[in-house]
């Protein structure tokens, strides 16, 4: 986490953000709910699948436009539990990320007003362990916004299946590959590419396979999968 850190002390605002009164309530609420406990059962975690839409792919030139998250319960995938914001964005993407990405330029102008857009995120996600393919893009562009808007350094701990699943499934792969190639290893359909809830409903049927992989391997911790992938993380160097 300390290249994190350190990147985004480069660019720290001028000033903190000007909150409401409410909003640094939520914020302080937030701050103060317990650890989350990454030695607990896998069967028993609640897991957020989460994935981002940004207005490029320049972690420090470019800001994040949307963040959608589905919840793995206990195993189970409910589609119900399930977030999805686009933050208000004073200058709309390039027509190019509009037509990937689907949100167009009258959603961007219409979204939620970052700091509440992020607030509602924390309070989703609470500080439940938090999953993506390639998760050092969301991770850096989530905290970019959270710093910008919310005035926190939002560090959380994540899991990144673009490492997990080479660990569990050296025979497939030994390293990391497009999140494609997993799921058509696996036969998981994508209904909608470049969509952020889309996008976290294949990924979290990804994180399910790796789940049993896990617990036939008796690696049934959160703690246990994280060192997992630090391991293959470190075998690749």
Known sequence: MNWLSGWLDRFRPDGKPQLSDEQLERLRRWQ??????????????????????????????DHLISIGAVALDRGVINPADAFETVLRQDTVSS??????????????????????????????????????????FDQAMIAQAMRRFLGIRYQPKWLDLAWLMPALFPDRYCNTVALDEWLDTFGI?????????????????????????????????????????????RDSW
């Open 32 to 61: 103060a709910l317990p650890a989350y406990d990454w030695l607990q059962d896998s069967r028993s975690t609640r897991y957020l699948v989460v994935d981002v839409e940004a207005s490029g792919l320049r972690i420090r030139h």
């Open 189 to 233: 359909e994508n209904f909608q590419r470049h969509n952020a809830i889309s996008d976290c409903l294949a990924t979290a049927q990804l994180l399910q396979v790796a789940l049993q992989r896990a617990a036939e391997r008796g690696i049934d911790t959160p703690q246990a999968l994280a060192a997992s992938e630090s391991r293959r993380r």
């Open 95 to 136: 027509t190019e990320n509009i037509l990937i990405h689907g949100i167009s330029g009258s959603e961007q102008r219409e979204g939620l007003e970052p700091a509440e857009a992020l607030l509602r995120f924390l309070e989703y996600s609470g500080h439940t362990p938090l999953v993506a393919y390639h998760a050092y």
